[in-house]
């Protein structure tokens, strides 16, 4: 096939043998349904009561067996032509012979979702109703088995709610007059979770009649099979927690601030976020209900053995820790073996745990042993110095004795008796003064106390006024206005197509000095949709043989404009994906959407979304990954990989800390430069220096009084010149920053339309120059060129 022909070409050509279309087909479909299974987290499995025995009888409470939530809202959505959910999971358990479900109780609950569907309630947010007492001894007579499910859904634009009775982060007194009367009724219950991010975990945790818990996340199109298969044991979980589970929402240290102020978030609590929170400040750790990296199978395993050691590379010092991972149970089953360190507290402070490295084994049948190795490098073990307590701006590693801890939970580890040592204080990388606070006014210390740090007066960004959300303007919107028309100095007398320049035949420059000022900067606008897509493109320049690549949503599957009749594959959401621990298993999904992305004719998937989790509360926690900086960048680098090496382009997003969602196009997240350094950039470093993504995209929000995507430290200075990114970067859609300030920052396109009209001006007004529009066109077009 030539070069763009399926960016060109409408509709679709399938890619699958024989003609077939691989969009939505059953091998996604399959693997979509085996990642669900993989990531849910068994929180509590008292008495044996999980897996249900062959045979035995089971009563379903809670309207989510029904209105079953896949995936939450906004670009973590997906057209689908259908959804299993959780009571259909079962009844297929029931036609294989291995339950037998009270048919009588669920359709009581069919019948009262549909109605809340008829009168306007959507997916997710209906009321949970009271059973009838009459239907509740029915059950009873029935079984003694009781399985509830609750469920929830969040999404873009608006943030969840964390006050008791609320519905969201608790039950609602509706969930929790349900649970009660199940609990007093049946001897045996279990719960499963169909939710997107933290909730309550306290109603469970301490309740004796409550036996098991299965944390089952929005698992996607077939999440209700994959629950089954869990509750069944045709699956055994291998999922472990990449969040904290506290005992309550006010315990979580950002809880506090949350809701202060829709104009700002002051981290205060530093790097101090999720588990090196809970570990490090004294009185914290009873908090926890469910510590990260927890989570239980229906087998046991041993890990013993353990020995580590000092490796030296030519790209440095490696601490490498062996152990051998032994399937002690009845069941075959896959463990997670999680390398924690200290590092010595010094002048800086150090959080108690890190999370160093990880290594999930293959299935492993009873009596099978596998061999694991954990690497890390010494280096990433350094604190920034933001301050200069020891060297400012600069990675250090403190002297004293670092220690390892192996386990499978930040918990339940065994310390290693190697020690790393540091006799002196060392300076790893010296780095400049960037993004720094000019607002926040303390932070917190490894003691919990707070430090001081300097105000300095507010210079918030100023927001761009004349900004309309809506399609991209038409081309030739300029007539008239001659220096539109005015093209670069040194433009060539023939004509020359972008084909020229992938051929090698001319030069990027010189096809961008033929270009005049108008097509220049429309270059760096959004582009009209074509095809299946809703999120529009770029390129867009025929006449000169660009083709309009278009994007799409994002981290549940390819979302595209529905009504059309193509239908895709909805994959659990992306926490679930991060508590499977399977970076290989992510890479075949980025792999797998790719090709479904490659199918409709669309050029760059708007995937991953890896803010880190600071707050239950923020509502596209279901999109990101975890608390934890290693997981979250190790997963988006593996799905990276994963979509790059179908030659589709990915998109890492929203650089940076957008973790909240109300006002989220003009509130300011102030933190310091150590936290963002080492928590909330930390997972795009590495996945920028593990897979090279071809585009990122910069959040709404501002960060320190100035708009990211106005940030040259940010993205001229960190993401390029520090960490090496080579690709392009995109705002997300319609911010409030001005598009002239970005191209000198180097955001490079700006979407879902941008303003060609504001860049013009700015140009005229010698506040941009043609040759930083004409860096950013190059930089758009050397990612449509990496195009099939
Ligand atoms: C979201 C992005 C998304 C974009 C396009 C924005 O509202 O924040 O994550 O990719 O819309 O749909």
Same mark, same amino acid.
């Given at each position: ?37 993989? /990531? ?42 259908? @959804? ?12 294989? /012979? ?148 506290? /005992? ?77 991972? @032994? ?77 390892? +801890? ?73 007539? /008239? ?27 990027? #420059? ?189 959040? +709404? ?5 100035? +708009? ?52 013009? #001006? ?27």
């Amino acid at each position: 096939m030539e070069k763009w022909t399926r960016i060109a070409h409408q509709p679709c050509l399938p890619m699958g043998k024989d003609g077939r279309l691989v969009t939505a087909c059953e091998e996604h479909i399959r693997l979509s349904r085996q990642a669900a299974t993989e /990531g849910m987290v068994l929180l509590k499995n008292e008495c044996g009561m999980l897996p249900l025995k062959k045979g035995c009888r089971v009563a379903l409470f809670g309207k989510a067996q029904i209105d079953y939530v896949r995936g939450g809202g906004g670009s973590g959505e997906v057209t689908t032509s259908y @959804t299993r959910n959780i009571y259909e999971g079962m009844k297929l358990k029931e036609e294989e /012979g291995k339950l037998q479900v009270f048919d009588e109780l669920s359709r009581f609950y069919e019948e009262d979702v549909k109605e809340q569907y008829a009168q306007g309630k959507e997916n997710g947010k209906t009321v949970e109703p009271a059973v009838p007492a009459g239907l509740l001894q029915a059950a009873r007579r029935y079984t003694d088995i009781a399985v509830i499910t609750i469920c929830r859904f969040s999404g873009e634009d608006w943030d969840r709610k964390g006050i008791p009775g609320d519905g969201d982060f608790y039950l609602s007194p509706q969930e929790q007059e349900m649970v009660d009367a199940v609990t007093a009724a049946f001897p045996k219950v279990a719960v499963v979770l169909d939710v997107g991010g933290m909730v309550d975990s306290s109603w469970f945790k301490e309740n004796e009649k409550i036996q098991s818990v299965l944390l089952a996340w929005q698992a996607g199109i077939e999440g209700g099979l994959a629950i089954a298969d869990i509750l069944c044991a045709d699956a055994n979980p291998s999922g472990k927690l990449v969040d904290t589970f506290a /005992g309550s929402f006010d315990d979580y240290p950002s809880s506090a601030g949350f809701n202060d102020s829709d104009d700002y978030v002051d981290y205060t609590e530093d790097i101090y976020v999720g588990y090196r929170y809970f570990e490090t400040i004294p009185g914290a750790a009873e908090k926890v209900n469910y510590p990260f990296g927890y989570g239980l199978s229906y087998t046991s395993f041993a890990i013993r053995n353990c020995c580590g050691r000092l490796e030296k590379a030519e790209d440095g010092t490696q601490i490498v820790v062996e152990a051998s991972v @032994t399937n002690v149970g009845k069941l075959a089953g896959k463990e997670v073996v999680q390398l924690y360190y200290s590092a010595p507290q010094g002048r800086l402070g150090k959080p108690a745990r890190a999370l160093g490295a990880f290594a999930k084994t293959r299935c492993l049948q009873p009596g099978e042993t596998q061999q694991v190795t954990l690497r890390l490098a010494a280096d990433s073990m350094a604190s920034y110095d933001d301050t200069g307590k020891i060297a400012k701006s600069a990675y250090v590693m403190e002297a004293g004795e670092y220690r390892f +801890y192996l386990g499978n939970s930040v918990r339940n580890t065994e310390k290693v008796s190697f020690v790393y040592k540091e006799e002196a204080d060392r300076v790893v990388l010296v780095l400049k003064e960037r993004v720094a606070p000019r607002q926040l006014a303390k932070r917190m210390l490894a003691d919990g106390s707070f430090e001081e740090l300097p105000v300095q007066a507010e210079c918030k960004a100023e927001r761009f006024p004349g900004f309309v959300e809506g399609n991209p303007p038409h081309k030739g919107h300029w007539e /008239g206005d001659t220096t539109a028309n005015e093209r670069g100095a040194d433009a060539p007398e023939k004509k020359i197509m972008l084909m020229d320049v992938v051929n090698g035949d001319a030069s990027m #420059e010189e096809f961008l000095a033929q270009l005049t000022n108008g097509q220049l900067i429309d270059l760096l606008c959004g582009q009209p949709n074509t095809g299946v897509a809703n999120t529009f493109g770029m390129g867009n320049l025929p006449e000169y043989g660009v083709p309009n690549l278009m994007t799409a949503d994002g981290p549940a599957g390819v979302r595209i404009r529905p009504g059309l009749g193509v239908c895709t594959t909805a994959w659990p959401c992306a926490t679930l994906l991060a508590c499977t621990w399977n970076p290989d298993l992510v890479y075949e999904i980025g792999a797998a959407g790719a090709r479904e992305m490659k199918e409709n004719n669309l050029g760059i998937w708007l995937t991953p979304a890896m803010n880190i989790h600071r707050s239950p509360l923020c509502g596209r926690n279901f999109e990101y990954y975890s608390e934890d900086p290693l997981i979250a960048g190790k997963m988006a680098a593996a799905k990276v990989n994963g979509i790059q090496s179908e030659h589709i382009g990915a998109s890492i997003k929203h650089f940076a800390c957008n973790n909240k969602e109300t006002n989220r196009k003009a509130s300011d997240s102030r933190v310091s430069e150590r936290a963002l350094r080492e928590i909330y950039l930390k997972g795009f470093e590495i996945a920028v220096k593990e897979a090279q993504p071809w585009t990122l995209m910069t959040c +709404y929000n501002m960060i320190n009084g100035r +708009y990211a995507s106005e940030r040259e430290d940010l993205l001229a200075g960190i993401l390029r010149e520090e960490w090496g990114f080579k690709g392009m970067v995109t705002t997300d859609w319609w911010n409030k920053a001005y598009q002239y300030k970005e191209i000198k920052a180097g955001n490079d396109l700006k979407m879902g339309s941008g303003d060609p009209d504001e860049v013009l #001006e700015a140009w005229k007004e010698g506040k941009v120059t043609r040759k930083e529009i004409e860096t950013c066109a190059a930089r758009i077009l050397e990612t449509i060129m990496k195009l099939d």
